[in-house]
C-alpha cells in the first residue's frame, strides 16, 4: 500500500506542483493519476520513487516512509515505465530487459532466460530479443519498456503516461493486454495519464488532481462518472459521461429469441421466418454472420425463386456483437449499430442467444438509476 500524508511539492521557483495530496493506492490495484496537463500527475509519481523529494508530507509503502530508504534500495522494489518507453538504445532488447537483474548480480544466462520469458508475457516473440530498440515499433518498445519494469519483480509499478505515444489502435491493444497481465501479476500500480478514457479504463480508482496539485475527487470509475465532486471533474470526465457510464452497468436486459435462417437455406425459408424485412442469418453452429434483407432481394413480388439460397454475399454485415452478461454499453451500441434496430446478444463461443431492442435497454437503464447508484460492472 502507498500512502500520501499531506504531499507538498514546492520547486525552488515557487511553483507549487502538488498541494497537500493525500492518498492511498490499495496494495495489487492499479490507482490512476489523471488531470490536465501541469496538474502534478509526474512530479505525484515521482515522489514515490524519490526521483523528487517531498517539501512537506510523507509517502509511505507498506508503512515505510520513502526518506527512511535509500533510494537505490528504494527503486529495486519499485518498476518505471515511462512514455516512449526509455529504452537504451545501443542494448538490445534483451539486454535492456535485463538491466536490474544484471545489476543486482543475476547470473547472465538466468536474466536472459527470464527476460524471453517476460518479453513473450507482454506479447512480443523471443525473435525480438536480439534487435535494437530502433528497429522496433512504439508499441513493440512499449512492451519492452513494460518487460523491463516488470524484470526484478517489484512489488510495486509506476507508470508514467506509458501508451500516450502509441496509436489509438495500439493502445488499445496495450490498455487490454495491460488489464490481463495485470489479474496475473496483482501489483501494486500508480498510472499517471491525462486521458480521462484511459483512467476509466483502467483504474480500480481514479485520483483527478485540478492544476496547482489539488485533490480533486478519488474515486472508483463509476462512481466518478455517476457522482463527479465538483464542476471541474464534471468538465474534465466530459459531457457524455452518462453514455461511459454504461461501460460499469451489467445487462441483464431480456433478451428475446430471434429467428435465424442458416448460410445455405432456401432464399424462401427466410421469408418463411422473417417477422419484418430483416433476417439473422447464422452458420452450423449457431453463430451469426450477418443481416439479409429481404426487401433487397429480388423477389419480384412472387416471392424468390425455388433455386435462390442465403449465400454470403447478400448479407449485410453492419452491427457489433454484445457478449451474454456483457455491459449495457455493449447491448446498447449492438442494438443501435445493427441495420435491423435488433442487437444481436452471442455467447462466449460467439453463438446466437438472442437479440436486444435499445428500448429495452433504455428501460432496464431507467429502473436500475431509479435508485443510483447503479450496480458497477466487475
Ligand atoms: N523542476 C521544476 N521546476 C519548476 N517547476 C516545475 C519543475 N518540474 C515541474 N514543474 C512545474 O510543476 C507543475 C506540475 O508539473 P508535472 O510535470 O508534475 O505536471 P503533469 O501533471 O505531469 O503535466 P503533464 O501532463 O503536462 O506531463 C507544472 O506547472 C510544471 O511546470
Known sequence: ??????????????????????LTAASGQIT?????????????????????????GTITIDDRDVMSVPPAELRRGIGYVIQHAGLFPHRTVVDNVATVPLLTGTRRREARARA??????????????????????????QRVGVARALAADPPVLLMD??????????????????????????KTIVFVTHDIDEAIRLGDQVAVLAVGGRLAQLAAPAELLARPADPFVAGFVGRDRGYRALAFVSAEVAVTPEPTVALGSALARAHDVA?????????????????LHLRAHPDGGAGPAPGDVVSPDLLNLG??????????????????????????????????VGSVLAGTVLDHLREETAGVPARVHP
Open 319 to 352: 452491427g457489433t456483437l454484445s457478449p451474454v452478461g456483457g455491459t449495457l454499453r455493449e447491448a446498447l451500441d449492438a442494438a443501435l449499430s445493427s441495420p435491423s434496430g435488433r442487437g444481436v446478444v452471442v455467447d462466449d463461443d460467439g453463438r446466437l
Open 116 to 141: 524471453i520469458e517476460l518479453l513473450e508475457r507482454v506479447g512480443l516473440p523471443a525473435s525480438f530479443a536480439d534487435r535494437y530498440p530502433a528497429q522496433l515499433s512504439g508499441g513493440q518498445q
Open 1 to 22: 500500500m502507498i500512502r500520501f500524508d499531506a504531499v507538498s511539492k514546492e520547486f525552488p521557483d515557487g511553483t507549487v506542483a502538488v498541494d497537500a495530496l493525500s
Open 161 to 186: 503516461e506509458p501508451f500516450s505515444a502509441v496509436d489509438p489502435v495500439v493502445r488499445d491493444q496495450l490498455q487490454q493486454e495491460f488489464l490481463r497481465l495485470q489479474d496475473e501479476l496483482g
Open 32 to 56: 490512476v493519476l489523471v488531470g490536465p496537463s501541469g496538474c502534478g500527475k509526474t512530479t505525484s509519481l515521482r515522489m514515490i520513487n524519490r526521483m523528487i523529494e517531498p517539501s512537506a
Open 275 to 291: 417477422v419484418d424485412e430483416w433476417v439473422l442469418v447464422v452458420d452450423d453452429a449457431q453463430r451469426p454472420q450477418g443481416w
